[in-house]
């Protein structure tokens, strides 16, 4: 049974600022649990159809109606669980590889697949824009499909973070001007940056960039203005993995 008070804290883990009020963070469904469980995120509470789904002990689970799950859940079409989970503190640490930048992406479908992106292609730090959408979004999280505890993010000032890497590192960009990066020849350690969806990298942030890239539109018609950027995001990784 779920009372009213574990529903008004559920339901205001919807919002950045009581997530980050109370360190917490919600996931919903086995897979996307399970994988967060098995990586030994730190349990607030789970509500289940069954409790044989989980190997959680009886303090923090808690067994609900299909309606109840429905009226906690952020989902149209809830699953068979909802976790309430504490959000785990996250140190930047110096990558050895590719580190990818986020300015300003604002779509919650855009960064979870983004961050599974970088779980695909081993990228193990993601460092955001301050305006970027919070990664513990339910949306976000759910987007990823479990992949966010395997890449580190990072919430910073994009200007101070560049600033303090390019003079030992390339920083890539996109852009519509840039060199067809089919064509580059491209580091296995550097920066990359992604733009906003609407407006593309910031002025600020542009002027750090190093080395301007462009993927190529092979269309006849050439009238498409840009790609999504989780597309795009996956075309460049592939490249500079390739």
Request: a neutral charge; charged letters at 20%; hydrophobic letters at 40%.
């Given at each position: ?146 992949s966010i505890i395997r890449v580190r993010i ?59 890239v462009t993927i190529p539109r092979f269309g ?23």
């Amino acid at each position: 049974m779920v009372s009213k008070n574990q529903k008004k804290l559920i339901k205001s883990l919807y919002q950045k600022k009581y997530r980050k009020q109370h360190g917490l963070f919600v996931a919903e469904g086995k897979k996307v649990i399970n994988e967060l469980l098995i990586a030994g995120l730190e349990l607030q509470a789970i509500y289940t159809l069954d409790q044989l789904y989980f190997n959680t002990d009886e303090d923090h689970t808690f067994i609900v109606t299909e309606e109840e799950l429905k009226s906690i859940s952020f989902l149209t079409t809830p699953q068979a669980a909802l976790a309430v989970f504490y959000i785990p503190k996250t140190i930047w640490e110096q990558s050895n590889g590719i580190t990818l930048v986020l300015d300003d992406i604002r779509d919650p479908g855009n960064l979870g697949t983004i961050i599974r992106l970088c779980d695909w292609f081993g990228i193990s730090d993601l460092v955001c824009s301050e305006q970027t959408v919070d990664c513990y979004n339910p949306k976000v999280v759910q987007a990823t499909m479990g992949s966010i505890i395997r890449v580190r993010i990072v919430y910073t000032n994009l200007e101070v973070f560049i600033n303090s890497q390019k003079n030992e590192l390339p920083v890539f960009g996109t852009f519509m001007d840039g060199s067809n990066i089919h064509k580059e020849k491209l580091p296995e350690r550097g920066i990359i940056v992604m733009g906003n969806e609407a407006n593309g990298i910031s002025p600020k942030i542009e002027n750090l960039i190093t080395h301007r890239v462009t993927i190529p539109r092979f269309g006849q018609i050439q009238e498409t203005e840009s790609l999504n950027v989780a597309t795009a995001t996956a075309i460049v990784l592939n490249e500079f993995k390739r």
